[in-house]
């Protein structure tokens, strides 16, 4: 779904208690916003509540008062909130390796605005895909891995997110696994995409170790990246029907496109701040 130029986002998360969708959308209508979209959930096993609310102000909002007021507010519910300004784009860098597909359907994107984002660098263990990242004029930082130094390797990598002032990270198709320092420092700041097949393949070829089992479903899998390989907080997933007359380059090129949309999706939903971490889970409103 667009959203509208004018529009704020504000977030929040609490225990479960009485009161809480009242507290926010109550202090919104005292402050004369106008509510365009909401969405709030009540997990009763974390027994934490979750709420997102778009919302305009017509005469304009004063963003230092609307804090100190909703602070004073929240407060009384343990309440954390964040408040997105209109028009917001976050900077971004996106790690590849070799694989173009998810890298160029990302830029894309931004390009004609279906990512509200900006790419302020490219980082790649390889240079293939350079003349793509320059043909968007995106700087492109090939940092080659040498399997006995690779926090050397890191710490280059480190070195640009921090520098560029990245809020984001989006691993598309990087084919490297981040040491447990790295994860760590990224926490709940980085995106990946992987195929998801059922039952699970790994090491080389995966789509043609499917084909051989004869699979009925390929898919794709974006979470954000934790010290376990493939296994942090889920954000979405994709999945299309196969059958006997899929070849292994059928199941490749199909997969392409699963992994593209899905990593878009997850994208899109973490930068429209759609997203929050509830313990290894995830809600997306």
């Not at 597909?101 to 895909?129: E, G, K, T």
């Not at 891995?145 to 990598?157: F, I, S, Y």
Request: charged content about 25%; glycine content about 6%.
């Amino acid at each position: 779904m667009s959203r509208a130029p004018d529009t704020w986002i504000l977030t929040a998360d609490c225990p479960s208690v009485l009161g809480t969708v009242d507290a926010v959308t109550r202090f919104l209508f005292e402050q004369g916003c106008y509510v365009t979209e909401h969405h709030s959930f009540d997990d009763r096993l974390s027994s934490r509540f979750f709420i997102r609310v778009e919302f305009r102000q017509p005469d304009g909002l004063d963003e230092a008062s609307f804090r100190s007021g909703l602070s004073e507010r929240a407060n009384a519910f343990g309440m954390n909130f964040e408040l997105t300004a209109p028009n917001y784009r976050p900077k971004v860098v996106i790690m590849v390796s070799k694989a173009d597909h998810c890298l160029n359907d990302l830029l894309y994107r931004q390009r004609i605005n279906q990512l509200s984002m900006d790419v302020v660098a490219v980082v790649s263990n390889h240079p293939d895909l350079e003349p793509l990242a320059r043909w968007h004029d995106i700087p492109y930082y090939h940092f080659p891995l040498d399997p006995n130094d690779k926090p050397a390797q890191e710490a280059k990598v480190w070195q640009v997110i921090e520098s560029s002032g990245a809020e984001l990270v989006i691993l598309a198709r990087y084919m490297q696994v981040l040491s447990p320092e790295l994860c760590r420092k990224l926490d709940g700041k980085a995106i990946n995409i992987h195929h998801s097949l059922l039952p699970g393949f790994k090491g080389a070829k995966p789509y043609h170790q499917a084909y051989n089992k004869g699979v009925k479903l390929v898919g794709a899998t974006a979470h954000y990246i934790n010290n376990d390989l493939d296994e942090g907080p889920i954000i979405a997933q994709g999945v299309e029907v196969v059958d006997h007359s899929h070849y292994p380059e059928d199941l490749i090129a199909k997969g392409r496109d699963i992994e593209c949309l899905t990593l878009a999706r997850a994208v899109g939903y973490h930068i429209e701040r759609r997203v929050f971490l509830n313990a290894n889970r995830t809600v997306v409103l």
